[in-house]
């Protein structure tokens, strides 16, 4: 009976670790208790693009609807909610962006905003959502969290990273930007291969560390949710999961905080001219 305890628990977390996949191949859903990696490389998690879409259609559509029922008189909760948000965003960006740009306003509020709700996910109930893909619609397998998927988070760090790219050498200029690649920190021909080397791995480090960072976390909290339902009684799982989604609350505003601070932090770097 233990080992049989043991055997459904690891069968519970693994299944729930699983992506629906497409395999590009053969445009065939992937069953994850067959999975070959070997064979199926080339493969697209569907259900992480499917709700990261889908939550970034609902925060467009939420605020254009508060955009176009703007009142200047006695605000409503939806504008005062929306305002407090901007407030917020803005305030953050008057601290740390010193340059002039059209793009970090808006672009500060969609990546603070769209990260919030892919964690916000996280605390929807871990077996609602797939019980019903699998028993109802027939899917071999759902998660439902885009942020705890390494592509999703690489996809917005690789974003971002190409907006650093831009502004460096539209702000420095192309001249600007080589030399600063080849001539920092020692200011000296001969350090040449060695200032490219170090100012590599600057660049390069800030993308991974976006991704990682948002992904870790994310994982790690939808790990424990799945833990506490693989592992314990129904009758006492509610006694841990609670607290911890309530802790994860800060977590989600946490992450989605630090995620939009350092695209700021990072992006106002790149437009200052050394």
Known sequence: MAINKISNSQEYISHHLMNLQLDMH????????????????????IDSIFFSLLLGILFSMVFYIAAKKITTGV????????????????KNINDIY????????????TIFVWCFLMNLMDLIPTDILPYISKYWIGLPA???????DINITTALAIGVFALILFYSIKIKGAYGFTKELTLYPFNNPIFIPINLILESVSIISKPVSLSLRLFGNMYSSELIFILINGLLPWWLQWSFNVPWAIFHILIILLQSFIFMVLTIVYLSMASEKH
């Open 142 to 148: 759902l998660r439902i969290v885009p942020s705890a």
């Open 75 to 90: 605000p409503g909760k939806l504008q005062s909610g929306i305002e407090l948000i901007i407030i917020f965003i803005n």
């Open 98 to 109: 010193h340059g002039k740009s059209k793009l970090i306003a808006p672009l500060s509020l």
């Open 26 to 45: 053969n445009f065939k859903l992937i069953n994850p208790d067959s999975i070959n990696f070997s064979k199926n490389f080339w493969v697209l998690n």
